[in-house]
């Protein structure tokens, strides 16, 4: 499984791919978390507010840092 | 129910003796550190959850080819309710002019929404009042449309942004439907996470704050720093400009300094630059603005900033 941290790299990004690695532990499924700073790819999938998280391909949230539950429940279903 | 609670804290328990300067600061610091970490907390929610109605993927439908003014307008107010952190400004900047959002009105936004933000407003009305909290709500609101329609209003204009930002395309990206549920299980984590961050600022800001409530001369601003002095407001602005993102803790000190004497206009003058003008913002803006844009930007915005603290120092 792929999830990928949108996010120019502040505090707000380093918080989310934390919690993403702690998501995906808790789940049991073996993720790459991968931050991705450069600024054409993140706008080419439609976010403004960031940190952006997406799971597989598939944007599940953006503009705020979901909880740990939430991002285990988005792998679960990706699973 | 607040003040007798310090009251009781104060005289009772610390038993300090009423009328000392040890007693006033210490009453003024339990008294103004609970109400507003108590302001806070409420009104943070509160504004979280309208937040979670305005999030830029729909302000940006809502301001595209908008008319100059009426689009500055739009977006200084929407400015206010608008979630994002400093570090989206790239990315709003570029997603507001790829939807046709016309570059000044993007730059409106772009002032108001840290100018106007909850935890300066909640410091100010606080401790300054509603009156003062509205001033400066208007006045910011008049300094992000004035500077954008100026700044969209420089010939050619788009020239001076960076190449790229023209070729970048935006994918689609569905807006997630909230339940209330969500909006209030979000607006609560928002909530604690501004606390957590705020909170100190705010306690060392009072602190400080009472110190100078109780052991400062009454007019010590004023004999330095007062109505007389013209260099007052532009060095307020310059002190300020380094304290970025820091309302919480300042705003507490320029109260206390009011007290002593420090005119309205300068206090305006201050926060404004505190919460608006700051060097990382500039770092973050550079990444989309090329340098001379950068460089008109930010004397706008310091000149607009100054007019308001001279402007409300000649009239209040």
Known sequence: MEIKILGPGCR???????????????????????????????????ILGTPGLVINGKVKSYGRIPSVKEIKKWIEEEK | ???????????????????????????FFIYDTIKILLMLSVII??????????????????????????????????????????????????????????????LSFLIASPMINEVALVLLWGLFGAKIALIYIGTGLTVAIVAGVVL???????????????????????????????????????????????????????GVGAIIHGYVPIDFVATYAGRNNPFAVPLAVLIAIPLYSNAAGTIPIVQALMGKGMPLGTVLAFMMAVTAISFPEMVILRKVLKVKLLVIFATILTVAIIIVGYLFNAIM
């Open chain 1, 12 to 46: 707000n990004c380093e918080k989310l791919a934390e919690e993403a690695k702690l998501a995906a532990k808790d789940a049991g499924c073996p993720a790459d978390v991968v931050k991705v700073t450069d600024m054409k790819q993140i706008m080419s999938y439609g």
């Open chain 2, 1 to 27: 129910m607040i003040k007798a609670f310090a009251d009781w804290l104060t005289y009772n328990i610390f038993q300090l003796t009423t009328g000392t300067h040890l007693a006033e600061a210490v009453n």
């Open chain 2, 45 to 106: 929610f509160v504004v979280s959850v309208i937040r979670s109605f305005f999030p830029p993927e729909k302000v940006k439908k809502i301001l595209a080819h908008k008319a100059e003014f009426i689009g500055n307008i739009l977006a200084s107010l929407l400015g206010i309710v608008t979630p994002f952190c400093s570090c989206s400004a790239v990315p709003v900047f570029i997603g507001f002019l790829e939807a046709g959002v016309p570059l000044g009105v993007t």
């Open chain 2, 152 to 206: 969209g209003r420089i010939p050619a204009v788009e020239r001076m942004v960076e190449d790229y930002v023209w070729e970048l395309r935006m994918g689609q990206v569905e807006t997630p439907r909230l339940s209330w549920r969500d909006r209030f299980q979000q607006a609560t984590i928002h909530t604690q996470d501004i606390l957590k961050r705020v909170t100190l600022y705010v306690i060392l800001g009072i």
